[in-house]
């Protein structure tokens, strides 16, 4: 599409050519390896037993291309670690997880985001009312500024829309040892976490709902370079309207924590 478009594109066509035969991703006993030869050689690689979170992820391309991405998250690394675009094979992705000992295991409990336009309103109360009133604003005061209404309630519907349908791939999956989460549209993206490598869980419920979001903390940091100097960030997943705040907040620690039974949870979320 590039070639096409612009006479730039043949540039940027080679680029990404050599950027691809400079790749190598590799999977060893213990490690994975990712190594760039192009002039000059550069080499991450990170011990199995330091990666706390394993995420597989497709997007668009990936699905015309017949490829997945897949992001190791490490402790001491400073920085993620990420296959590109490999070309998808029988059992792959399971055998990327049999290596961080992720095998398939009986399903004990799972989460699902339910998403409505009232969620929204109510997870942003304080933005929504700003909006509100700047639009109104804008549409009493400015000369033609009625066509903020219109125009803003099409950026409305189409948000609507599309976080509709991302928040309807949204769900979580506790198993005996370890967190699937999977969310996206366009891009989908598997998170496979153990519990063991969970420093961290926060919940937080919308004003005047039952329903909220729930932050898992996961070992290890990512370290941006910036020109004020690093600001280091902790690896992290959230999922977002999750209903019956009030109980799954004591509810998912007791899971990570004391590695319930799927009928112990059952039996707990019953008398809660």
Request: include cysteine; charge should be positive.
């Amino acid at each position: 599409v590039l070639i096409v478009l612009l006479p730039l594109g043949i540039l940027i066509a080679l680029i990404n050519i050599i950027v691809v035969k400079s790749n190598v991703f590799r999977i060893k006993a213990d490690t994975v390896e990712h190594t760039f030869k192009f002039i000059s050689r550069k080499t991450k690689e990170f011990s199995l037993d330091k990666v706390t979170a394993v995420i597989i992820s497709e997007d668009f391309v990936d699905k015309w291309c017949g490829t997945f991405s897949v992001r190791f998250w490490s402790i001491g690394s400073g920085e993620a670690m990420t296959f590109s675009h490999i070309k998808k094979e029988p059992r792959l992705k399971e055998r990327i997880l049999a290596k961080k000992g992720i095998f398939a295991q009986t399903l004990n409990y799972n989460l699902e985001s339910r998403f409505s336009i009232i969620d929204l309103i109510k997870a942003h109360v304080y933005l929504a009312a700003l909006s509100t009133s700047l639009v109104a604003a804008i549409s009493a005061i400015l000369p033609y500024g009625w066509v903020s209404l219109p125009v803003s309630g099409l950026v409305l519907l189409g948000m609507v829309i599309y976080l509709t349908l991302y928040y309807k791939n949204s769900r979580m999956e506790f198993y005996q040892d370890y967190i699937h989460f999977r969310r996206g549209l366009f891009r989908m993206e598997d998170y496979y976490v153990f519990y063991d490598d969970i420093k961290d869980i926060t919940t937080v419920k919308y004003p005047l709902s039952s329903k909220g979001s729930i932050s898992f903390d996961v070992a290890g940091e990512i370290i941006y370079q910036t020109k004020d100097g690093a600001i280091t960030v902790s690896n992290s997943f959230v999922m977002n309207y999750v209903k019956d705040m009030r109980v799954l907040s004591s509810l998912i620690d007791k899971i990570v924590h004391a590695r319930l039974s799927g009928q112990e949870i059952k039996s707990l979320e019953q008398n809660s």
